[in-house]
């Protein structure tokens, strides 16, 4: 009897150890296909190795949801006037992601709001924000079965003064019902001053799912210094860090993107994901980075004393 509860026990260690061993360290990163406006551009992105797509959200004066759309100018060697009408974008992306029907499921992670709101008057802003809202309830998470997996959201504002578009969304949320979902959304502050966009954050009470990016279009990225990006970086490092994610843009030289790993963002904006892929399976890499997965939580902050 002795000799059966030692090996019951040998058994036991054996099956925590495997457990254990299959835990993957390594950071995830999240290839962010740029500038995907048209319907022809999801699924060609997504086979090129993006796990998040970018799109541009314009609007009217008023608030209202114009089209998706970024028009010139833009990056170098990009043709920027692929456009499409929002709720048909995300039908569609909600349809090739559905598991029981389309083929990519497990390709999307997230799908990021680029909202364009240079134009949109003060009162517009709020609205804008409601509007965008009832497009990703009524559109991108409509008919969804019992624990099925929703695709994230990230909402991108350039700037603080924008803050009420991420207050209308979040009140067209509570309004609706479905206040618990905002776990599932991501907000991102823009360009100012990264003490100020703190600032607006606490203002409006967004307390996590906080992401934060740099850059400059890829025809300039090369010479662009990265010393806000590295504050960024402390920011979401430091022990009461209110950034969850950093990301680098617009990154499609191979040299910049090696010298953004090294730097351990989280993410890239990239008009050619094979090539962050490729590199991410480099030794070098490949022993401390990996694609983010669907299983992934895009709005976790990555620790590394936690896995240490």
Not at 112 to 125: A, H, I, M, Q
Not at 179 to 202: Q, R, S
Not at 279 to 292: D, G, M, P, T, V
């Given at each position: 009897m002795e000799g059966i509860q030692r090996f019951g026990i040998f058994?036991?260690?054996?099956?925590?150890?495997?457990?254990v061993a299959k835990i993957d360290y390594r950071r995830p990163i999240y290839v962010i296909g740029h500038m995907v406006n048209s319907i022809g551009?999801?699924?060609?992105?997504?086979?090129?190795?993006?796990?998040?797509?970018?799109?541009?959200?314009?609007?009217?004066t008023n608030g209202n949801v114009e089209k998706i759309y970024h028009g010139p100018p833009c990056d170098?060697?990009?043709?920027?006037?692929?456009?499409?009408?929002?709720?048909?974008?995300?039908?569609?992306?909600r349809e090739i992601t559905?598991?029981?029907?389309?083929?990519?499921?497990?390709?999307?992670?997230?799908?990021?709001?680029?909202?364009?709101?240079?134009?949109?008057?003060?009162?517009?802003?709020?609205k804008a924000g409601q509007v965008m809202a009832d497009h990703v309830l009524d559109h991108l998470w409509v008919n969804l079965r019992f624990n099925d997996k929703l695709i994230r959201v990230l909402l991108y504002i350039n700037s603080i003064s924008d803050k009420d578009t991420v207050v209308g969304f979040i009140r067209r949320f509570k309004e609706r019902g479905?206040?618990?979902?905002?776990?599932?959304?991501?907000?991102?502050?823009?360009?100012?001053?990264?003490?100020?966009?703190?600032?607006?954050?606490?203002?409006?009470?967004?307390?996590?799912?906080?992401?934060?990016?740099?850059?400059?279009?890829?025809?300039?990225?090369h010479r662009y210094p990265d010393q806000r990006l590295r504050e960024e970086l402390d920011a979401r490092?430091?022990?009461?860090?209110?950034?969850?994610?950093?990301?680098?843009?617009?990154?499609?030289?191979?040299?910049?993107?090696?010298k953004s790993l090294d730097l351990e963002v989280d993410g890239m904006i990239t008009n050619v994901p094979?090539?962050?892929?490729?590199?991410?399976?480099?030794?070098?890499?490949?022993?401390?980075?990996?694609?983010?997965?669907?299983?992934?939580?895009?709005?976790?902050?990555?620790?590394?004393?936690?896995?240490q």
């Open positions: 058994i036991v260690v054996l099956l925590v150890h495997s457990s551009e999801v699924k060609e992105y997504l086979d090129r190795g993006s796990n998040v797509l970018e799109s541009d959200i314009s609007f009217h170098c060697n990009r043709t920027c006037t692929g456009t499409a009408k929002l709720s048909t974008y995300l039908d569609y992306v559905n598991p029981y029907s389309g083929g990519y499921s497990r390709k999307l992670i997230l799908q990021f709001f680029d909202l364009k709101l240079d134009n949109v008057s003060p009162t517009g802003k709020f479905v206040e618990h979902l905002l776990k599932n959304v991501g907000f991102d502050g823009g360009l100012d001053n990264l003490k100020d966009i703190k600032a607006m954050w606490e203002s409006i009470r967004v307390k996590s799912n906080v992401w934060q990016g740099d850059g400059v279009p890829n025809c300039l990225s490092d430091a022990a009461e860090g209110y950034i969850d994610k950093v990301y680098h843009w617009t990154i499609d030289d191979k040299t910049r993107m090696r094979e090539k962050l892929v490729e590199i991410l399976q480099e030794q070098q890499y490949a022993n401390k980075f990996r694609l983010a997965t669907v299983d992934d939580d895009p709005f976790q902050k990555f620790v590394l004393h936690q896995v």
